[in-house]
């Protein structure tokens, strides 16, 4: 199916650092949502980007709305242990039938203390 | 918590078996997503419920197919279960209606669907 181009794929950093990952696609959504999985667990939404350009924050977490509308990056300020986790960002369409999500393949993050 | 909840946790069928999942929306959600998320990928859409009527379909085979309740509330029914079926098993609920800004969709935990 249909899937996104989230990179990087893993990544392994020091508690502390700070943290980026970004997705592309091919097609103009007009929602980009970023949310984060524990092993085991549903998805949690983190940030929801409605416009292009737009740019918000959630507490060390901070996530852009490509003015092309075609990609979205998450940075991750001062990470911490409870970061650790697999990251999905995800695309949705409002102008059809549904409003399907189209997911990333996900970025596995590693927070060593 | 999302208020999403999700039954059975975990399941194990043997291939040729039917069946059926279910899913309770957080309370004033009309809309209801199901997903399949295979190990190591990204969750892929299965379809979606708006006030009991289908309202969108990934790419799935007939054998997938779903209920929508008066209380929201939905089921997801797989028949002549293959083993590639094995998968994690998501439902989103969502409002206010499809279409509309802001419909952003909140996850349950999921159901471990094991099939040998």
């Known amino acids: 199916g249909q899937q996104l181009n989230q990179s990087p794929q893993s990544m392994f950093i020091q508690e502390g650092e700070d943290v980026s990952m970004n997705c592309t696609s091919s097609s103009i959504f007009n929602t980009w949502l970023w949310y984060k999985q524990d092993p085991g667990e549903g998805p949690v939404l983190l940030i929801a980007?409605?416009?292009?350009?737009e740019l918000t924050s959630n507490g060390r977490l901070t996530a852009q709305f490509g003015t092309t509308r075609k990609d979205s990056f998450l940075n991750i300020s001062a990470s911490i242990p409870s970061d650790v986790g697999i990251y999905f960002c995800?695309?949705?369409?409002?102008?059809?039938?549904?409003?399907?999500?189209?997911f990333g393949k996900g970025t596995t993050l590693s927070v060593s203390s | 918590e999302t208020g999403v909840t999700q039954s059975p946790t975990h399941l194990i069928k043997t291939r040729g078996q039917q069946v059926t999942l279910r899913c309770s929306s957080q309370s004033g959600h009309n809309t209801v997503s199901w997903y399949q998320q295979a190990l190591g990928q990204g969750p892929q859409f299965i379809f979606q419920?708006?006030?009991?009527?289908?309202?969108g379909r990934g790419n799935f085979p007939p054998r997938f197919s779903g209920l929508q309740f008066p209380n929201y509330s939905s089921e997801l029914n797989v028949n002549a279960l293959e083993l590639d079926d094995s998968a994690l098993y998501l439902c989103?609920?969502?409002?206010?209606?499809?279409?509309?800004?802001?419909?952003?969709?909140?996850f349950g935990p999921g159901t471990r669907l094991t099939v040998l």
């Open positions: 419920y708006y006030r009991e009527e289908e309202n």
């Open positions: 980007l409605y416009k292009a350009g």
């Open positions: 989103a609920s969502s409002f206010p209606t499809p279409g509309q800004k802001g419909n952003t969709q909140y």
């Open positions: 995800a695309g949705q369409v409002l102008n059809q039938a549904g409003t399907a999500l189209i």
